[in-house]
C-alpha cells in the first residue's frame, strides 16, 4: 500500500511542481481573439489578414492608411514627407529622422532596401513576390538569382562549398544594388522607381509586405546551404528576445497557440500613437469557445468570427437581443471558378470552353435565394468580382442578372439543345450534356450552396450534376492542375485598386485557377498598364470587368463578403473605439481602446 | 528489473524506426502538397520551386535519410565533434521547420504543448482515479444496491457521452452563468479544472469499472475473511487490504491511460481552447506540414514506449509476486 501511494504521491508533486511554474499576467488592456496563431510575423513572407494585422502593430511603414477616412489614403508615417517625378516613375520618400529600431538603432533607407531584396529574393518565398516586380530591374533580378541557383545546383559537387555560395550571394547583393531601381545612398532619403505609373504604389508602401526589417538582426538568423547556395532566413528572429522592429509596439511574450502579449516600444519616436499600456491576442480555434469567451469578458475583441449559426446571431442582433456583432462589408467575393480549359483532365471535351455555355449557367443561379436561404448571413449577391462601392472611382458594371429563359437560349446558341426530350440537352452530334460536378470542400457552406446551385441548373437548363468534396489541400492542388470542371472559389483585394482583383483571369497569372485566357480581355489589362492618365486607366478598368462578369464569365460570383467581428458598442463599458469600417478590414491595434 | 530496463531499451530505437518508416510513408501518401498555402495568394514558380528543393520535397529519399540523420541526433554529434569548423544545430534532436506556422520550430512546438498535455492529462488520471476509486468501492461494497447501479450509470454516462457535450456544458454552466473560472484561457490552476475533470470522465468510469470488480472479488476471498474476523475495523479492511489487490488491474490500466490523457485530448484541447499537443496531430495531417507530422509521430511513439516500460517496472515493484 505504501508504495501505491507513493507512485500517487509523485503523480500529485510533478502536477504542482508544473502548474507552480505558470504563472499568467494579469489581463491586457485590450485583448482579441484570433481564430489561429500567425502563420508568420516576418513581412516579407506573411499574405494573411491576422499576420498583417499584427505587423503593423510591429512595424512601421513609409506610409500608413487614414482608416478612419472613407476612401482609406494614406498619411505619411516613417516618410515624414515624399515627391513623385513628373513622369510618375520615381518616389523619393524622405523619412523620419528620428525613426529608431527597438533596440535604438536608426532606421535607414537601406533597410527597406534590404527587406525589398529579400522580398525579391525566390527562396525567401515571399507570397506577394509579384508586388515587387513593379519595382524597375526588380523582375530581372528574381530571374537572375533563379538562374544563379540553378546552375549552381548543377555544379560538380566539389564546386559547392560554403565560400562558393558565399560568393554567389555577394554577386547577387551587387546586381540588386546595381540593376534594381531602389536607392538608398543616402541614410534618410529612399529613391525608387517603377516599371509604369502605378496608381497604388503608395496603397503598396503602406502594406506588409514592404515594411521593413532589421537587417543585422536577420543576418544573425541566415545560413547559406552550400548545396543549393539558397539564403535559409531560420524563423528565430521574430521571437523575442531576438526580434527587433520598429512599429510602436514590441512582443512581450509570444507563446505558440496561447497567446502573444505586447508592450509600447520604448524606443517609438511616437509615444502617443499606442493607445493601449499593453496588448494581448488570446488564439481560439474553437469558434464556439471563442463566442463563451468574448461573452464571459475575457475578450475586448474577437477579429474573425465564423460560425454556420451566423444567421440567428443576426436575427438576435436585429431584435436588440444583442448589441456585439458588428457585420462589415468586406473587400472580398464568393464564388464559382469555371474551368475554361478545352479539354477536361480526362482528356474529354469541356463544355465550360465555351463563354455561351457559362453565361448560360451564371444566368441560370438566383442568387438572392442563396444568399437568403443557405448563408442566412448579411452577404451581398453578387454579380461582379469587384465589391461595388469598394474602389473610390470605380464604377462596378450590372452583371448578368437572374433570368431562366435568357440561361436557356444561351445553352441553346451553344449547340445544347433538348433534341429527344428527355430534359436533359444534347449536342449536335447526339451526345448530353456530361454531368457538372462540383468541386467543394467539407467546411462551411461549399457543399449546401453547390446542391443549390446544381437544383437550379436542373431546373433551369436540365442539366444533372454531383457535388465532389475533396480535402483542402487537395482541393487546391485540383485547382492547379484544373482537374475540375466548376469548384468554389473566392478571392479578397490586397490593395486598393481594381487590378486586385482583375489581375487573377490574366493569361498565366500565378492565381487563375480557370486557366482562362481571352485575347481581348488581356489586351484590356495590357492597355490599363500603359494608359498614364488615371481616369482613362480606371475606364478601360472597368471595361474589363464588364467583359469578363457579362460576356466571358470565367467565374459565377454569388456574393459578397462579409466580415464579422464581436465588439461592445463603443459607448457601453467594455465597449471597442476605433475599429475601421473600411471593407479593406484594416485595423491597427495600436489605435483600438477599450472605454472604461 | 534492471534487465528488463536494458533490454527494452535497446529495442527502443528499433521501434521508433519501423514507426518513423510506416509514418514516413503514409504522410508521403497525402494527397496535396505541403508548400501550397490553402487559400488565395500563390506564390509563382521559382519561389515553390525554391521551396520545394530546400526541403527536399523533390526527393523521398534524400528527405527520409536526412530527417533521420536530424532528428536521430546523429547530426548534432557529428557537427559537435567536427568542433569549430562545423556550426552544430540548435537542438540534438532537430525534428525541423513547420510550413504552416513559418516562426515556430517542430521542436518549439513540441517544447510548448507537451508540458501543457502533460499536466492536463496527468491532472485528468489524478481525478479519474479519485473519482474511480470512490466509486468502484462504494459499488462494490453494497453491489447490485441502488448506490450501485447509481456509480454504475453515471460511469456509463461517462464513458459515452462525447467530451465536446459535456465540456461545452461545463464551460455554459461555470465561466458563463456563474462566472466561476475562466473561458480560452490556459495557465491558472482553476484553467486547469474543468477540462481535466471533462478528459477524466472516461479514465474514471473505467477505473470504476474495474475497481469494483476487482473489489467484489477480493472481499469474498479468505484473507479478506481472516481480517474481519480478528476484529479489523471495516475502513482498515478495505482500504488496506482489499485494496491493496483489488488496486492492481487499475495500476496496469494507468500507464496506457497516463499516455492516451497526454496525447489523446484532442477534442478536449478545442473545447476549451488547451494549448496542447493533440491539435497538432489532426492540424498537421490536415495542413499536410511534412515536419510536424514526423516530428510528433516520433514524439509521441518515443513516449508511448517509455511509458509502457515505466509501467512495466512499476508494476513489478509494487507486487513482487511478477517477475
Same mark, same amino acid.
Given at each position: 500500500m505504501g508504495r501505491i501511494i507513493a507512485v500517487l504521491a509523485f503523480m500529485v508533486a510533478a502536477l504542482i511542481g508544473v502548474v507552480a511554474t505558470d504563472r499568467p499576467r494579469?489581463?491586457?488592456?485590450?485583448?482579441?481573439?484570433?481564430?489561429?496563431?500567425?502563420?508568420?510575423?516576418?513581412?516579407?513572407?506573411?499574405?494573411?489578414?491576422?499576420?498583417?494585422?499584427?505587423?503593423?502593430?510591429?512595424?512601421?511603414?513609409?506610409?500608413?492608411?487614414?482608416?478612419?477616412?472613407?476612401?482609406?489614403?494614406?498619411?505619411?508615417?516613417?516618410?515624414?514627407?515624399?515627391?513623385?517625378?513628373?513622369?510618375?516613375?520615381?518616389?523619393?520618400?524622405?523619412?523620419?529622422?528620428?525613426?529608431?529600431?527597438?533596440?535604438?538603432?536608426?532606421?535607414?533607407?537601406?533597410?527597406?532596401?534590404?527587406?525589398?531584396?529579400?522580398a525579391l529574393m525566390p527562396e525567401t518565398g515571399a507570397d506577394y513576390i509579384q508586388l515587387f516586380h513593379l519595382i524597375r530591374g526588380g523582375r530581372e533580378f528574381t530571374d537572375f538569382r533563379a538562374e544563379q541557383l540553378k546552375t549552381y545546383a548543377d555544379r560538380p559537387?566539389?564546386?559547392?562549398?560554403?565560400?562558393?555560395?558565399?560568393?554567389?550571394?555577394?554577386?547577387?547583393?551587387?546586381?540588386?544594388?546595381?540593376?534594381?531601381?531602389?536607392?538608398?545612398?543616402?541614410?534618410?532619403?529612399?529613391?525608387?522607381?517603377?516599371?509604369?505609373?502605378?496608381?497604388?504604389?503608395?496603397?503598396?508602401?503602406?502594406?506588409?509586405?514592404?515594411?521593413?526589417?532589421?537587417?543585422?538582426?536577420?543576418?544573425?538568423?541566415?545560413?547559406?546551404?552550400?548545396?543549393?547556395?539558397?539564403?535559409?532566413?531560420?524563423?528565430?528572429?521574430?521571437?523575442?528576445?531576438?526580434?527587433?522592429?520598429?512599429?510602436?509596439?514590441?512582443?512581450?511574450?509570444?507563446?505558440?497557440?496561447?497567446?502573444?502579449?505586447?508592450?509600447?516600444?520604448?524606443?517609438?519616436?511616437?509615444?502617443?500613437l499606442a493607445r493601449s499600456k499593453s496588448l494581448a491576442v488570446n488564439f481560439i480555434e474553437n469558434q464556439n469557445t471563442a463566442l463563451l469567451a468574448f461573452r464571459s469578458g475575457a475578450a475586448d475583441w474577437h477579429s474573425d468570427l465564423e460560425v454556420d449559426y451566423i444567421g440567428d446571431l443576426l436575427d438576435e442582433s436585429r431584435a436588440g437581443r444583442r448589441d456585439d456583432l458588428r457585420a462589415l462589408d468586406a473587400f472580398g467575393t464568393y464564388f464559382w471558378s469555371f474551368n475554361c480549359s478545352a479539354k477536361l483532365s480526362d482528356g474529354r471535351d469541356n463544355p465550360f470552353h465555351d463563354p455561351r455555355v457559362r453565361r448560360a449557367f451564371t444566368l441560370a443561379v438566383d442568387k438572392n435565394a442563396i444568399v437568403d436561404q443557405v448563408r442566412r448571413g448579411a452577404e451581398r449577391p453578387a454579380t461582379t468580382l469587384i465589391p461595388p462601392g469598394?474602389?473610390?472611382?470605380?464604377?462596378?458594371?450590372?452583371?448578368?442578372?437572374?433570368?431562366?429563359?435568357?440561361?436557356?437560349?444561351?445553352?441553346?446558341?451553344?449547340?445544347?439543345?433538348?433534341?429527344?426530350?428527355?430534359?436533359?440537352?444534347?449536342?449536335?452530334?447526339?451526345?448530353?450534356?456530361?454531368?457538372?460536378?462540383?468541386?467543394?470542400?467539407?467546411?462551411?457552406?461549399?457543399?449546401?450552396?453547390?446542391?443549390?446551385?446544381?437544383?437550379?441548373?436542373?431546373?433551369?437548363?436540365?442539366?444533372?450534376?454531383?457535388?465532389?468534396?475533396?480535402?483542402?489541400?487537395?482541393?487546391?492542388?485540383?485547382?492547379?492542375?484544373?482537374?475540375?470542371?466548376?469548384?468554389?472559389?473566392a478571392w479578397f483585394g490586397d490593395y486598393l485598386d481594381p487590378s486586385t482583383f482583375l489581375e487573377i483571369h490574366r493569361t498565366g497569372n500565378g492565381n487563375n485557377d480557370r486557366a482562362f485566357s481571352d485575347p481581348k480581355y488581356d489586351r484590356l489589362l495590357a492597355r490599363a498598364d500603359n494608359e498614364p492618365e488615371p481616369a482613362r486607366r480606371l475606364t478601360l478598368l472597368e471595361e474589363a470587368e464588364r467583359y469578363a462578369m457579362e460576356e466571358a464569365l470565367p467565374i459565377l460570383p454569388i456574393w459578397h463578403y462579409e466580415h464579422y467581428y464581436l465588439a461592445r458598442p463603443e459607448n457601453a463599458p467594455g465597449g471597442l473605439k476605433n475599429l475601421s469600417t473600411h471593407p479593406r478590414l484594416i485595423q491597427y491595434p495600436f489605435l483600438l481602446e477599450v472605454a472604461r | 528489473m534492471i534487465p528488463l530496463i536494458l533490454r527494452r531499451l535497446v529495442q527502443l530505437p528499433l521501434i521508433i524506426l519501423a514507426v518513423y518508416t510506416v509514418t514516413f510513408v503514409l504522410a508521403w501518401a497525402l494527397p496535396g502538397e505541403a508548400v501550397l498555402t490553402d487559400e488565395g495568394r500563390q506564390p509563382p514558380a521559382e519561389v515553390l520551386n525554391a521551396l520545394r528543393a530546400r526541403y527536399h520535397l523533390d526527393d523521398p529519399a534524400r528527405f527520409y535519410f536526412e530527417y533521420l540523420y536530424r532528428a536521430s541526433g546523429a547530426m548534432w554529434t557529428i557537427e559537435s565533434l567536427k568542433g569549430a569548423s562545423g556550426s552544430p544545430p540548435p537542438h540534438v534532436f532537430d525534428l525541423g521547420p513547420s510550413f504552416r506556422y513559418e516562426d515556430w520550430s517542430v521542436n518549439e512546438l513540441v517544447a510548448s504543448s507537451l508540458p501543457v498535455s502533460i499536466v492536463l492529462g496527468l491532472s485528468a488520471i489524478v481525478i479519474a482515479l479519485a473519482l474511480g476509486l470512490t466509486a468502484g468501492i462504494i459499488g462494490a461494497l453494497r453491489p447490485n444496491s441502488l448506490i450501485d447501479l447509481a456509480t454504475l450509470s453515471v460511469a456509463l454516462l461517462g464513458i459515452s457521452l462525447p467530451a465536446f457535450v459535456i465540456g461545452t456544458l461545463l464551460l455554459l454552466i461555470f465561466p458563463v452563468w456563474l462566472g466561476v473560472g475562466s473561458v480560452g484561457s490556459w495557465g491558472r490552476p482553476i484553467d486547469m479544472i474543468l477540462p481535466a475533470l471533462t478528459l477524466s470522465l472516461p479514465f474514471a468510469a473505467y477505473i470504476?469499472?474495474?475497481?469494483?470488480?476487482?473489489?467484489?472479488?477480493?472481499?469474498?476471498?479468505?484473507?479478506?475473511?481472516?481480517? %474481519?474476523?480478528?476484529?479489523?475495523?471495516?475502513?482498515?479492511?478495505?482500504?488496506?487490504? !482489499?485494496? /491493496? *489487490?483489488?488496486? $492492481?488491474? =487499475?495500476?496496469?490500466?494507468?500507464?496506457?491511460?497516463?499516455?492516451?490523457?497526454?496525447?489523446?485530448?484532442?477534442?478536449?484541447? %478545442?473545447?476549451?481552447?488547451?494549448?496542447?499537443?493533440?491539435?497538432?496531430?489532426?492540424? !498537421?495531417? /490536415? *495542413?499536410?506540414? $511534412?515536419? =510536424?507530422i514526423m516530428g510528433i509521430t516520433l514524439i509521441y511513439s518515443t513516449m508511448l514506449t517509455l511509458f509502457n516500460l515505466a509501467t512495466d517496472a512499476l508494476y513489478r515493484w509494487v507486487d513482487p509476486r511478477i517477475s
Open positions: 494579469p489581463r491586457a488592456d485590450l485583448v482579441w481573439i484570433e481564430p489561429s496563431d500567425f502563420n508568420t510575423i516576418d513581412p516579407q513572407r506573411m499574405s494573411h489578414l491576422p499576420d498583417l494585422r499584427i505587423a503593423y502593430a510591429l512595424f512601421e511603414g513609409l506610409v500608413r492608411w487614414d482608416t478612419s477616412s472613407e476612401d482609406l489614403h494614406v498619411v505619411p508615417a516613417l516618410a515624414r514627407s515624399w515627391d513623385v517625378s513628373g513622369d510618375r516613375l520615381t518616389y523619393t520618400f524622405h523619412l523620419d529622422p528620428e525613426a529608431t529600431w527597438s533596440n535604438g538603432d536608426p532606421v535607414t533607407a537601406s533597410d527597406f532596401a534590404y527587406a525589398w531584396q529579400r559537387e566539389s564546386e559547392r562549398t560554403l565560400d562558393a555560395a558565399h560568393m554567389l550571394r555577394a554577386e547577387a547583393d551587387r546586381r540588386f544594388r546595381a540593376t534594381v531601381a531602389v536607392s538608398a545612398e543616402e541614410a534618410r532619403t529612399l529613391v525608387v522607381t517603377l516599371i509604369r505609373p502605378v496608381p497604388f504604389f503608395l496603397d503598396l508602401c503602406a502594406f506588409g509586405p514592404f515594411l521593413p526589417v532589421h537587417p543585422l538582426t536577420l543576418e544573425r538568423f541566415i545560413d547559406l546551404d552550400p548545396r543549393t547556395a539558397a539564403l535559409h532566413q531560420r524563423h528565430g528572429w521574430t521571437k523575442p528576445p531576438f526580434l527587433v522592429n520598429n512599429g510602436p509596439y514590441v512582443i512581450e511574450r509570444w507563446r505558440f497557440k496561447r497567446d502573444m502579449r505586447l508592450t509600447p516600444n520604448p524606443h517609438y519616436r511616437d509615444r502617443t469598394s474602389i473610390p472611382g470605380f464604377r462596378s458594371p450590372p452583371g448578368l442578372p437572374f433570368d431562366t429563359a435568357r440561361a436557356r437560349a444561351e445553352l441553346e446558341s451553344a449547340g445544347w439543345i433538348d433534341r429527344d426530350s428527355d430534359g436533359v440537352p444534347e449536342n449536335a452530334a447526339g451526345t448530353p450534356f456530361p454531368t457538372v460536378e462540383m468541386l467543394a470542400t467539407p467546411v462551411g457552406a461549399h457543399k449546401d450552396v453547390a446542391q443549390v446551385l446544381g437544383r437550379m441548373w436542373e431546373a433551369a437548363l436540365g442539366v444533372p450534376s454531383k457535388v465532389v468534396i475533396r480535402e483542402t489541400k487537395v482541393y487546391s492542388a485540383s485547382l492547379k492542375k484544373q482537374d475540375y470542371m466548376v469548384a468554389r472559389g | 470504476a469499472r474495474l475497481t469494483r470488480m476487482g473489489m467484489i472479488e477480493v472481499l469474498n476471498a479468505d484473507y479478506v475473511r481472516t481480517a %474481519r474476523a480478528k476484529g479489523l475495523a471495516p475502513s482498515a479492511v478495505i482500504l488496506k487490504h !482489499a485494496l /491493496k *489487490n483489488a488496486f $492492481l488491474p =487499475v495500476l496496469s490500466y494507468l500507464g496506457p491511460a497516463c499516455a492516451m490523457a497526454m496525447t489523446g485530448s484532442f477534442v478536449v484541447e %478545442r473545447v476549451f481552447n488547451v494549448p496542447g499537443i493533440g491539435q497538432h496531430f489532426v492540424g !498537421a495531417v /490536415k *495542413n499536410k506540414d $511534412l515536419f =510536424v
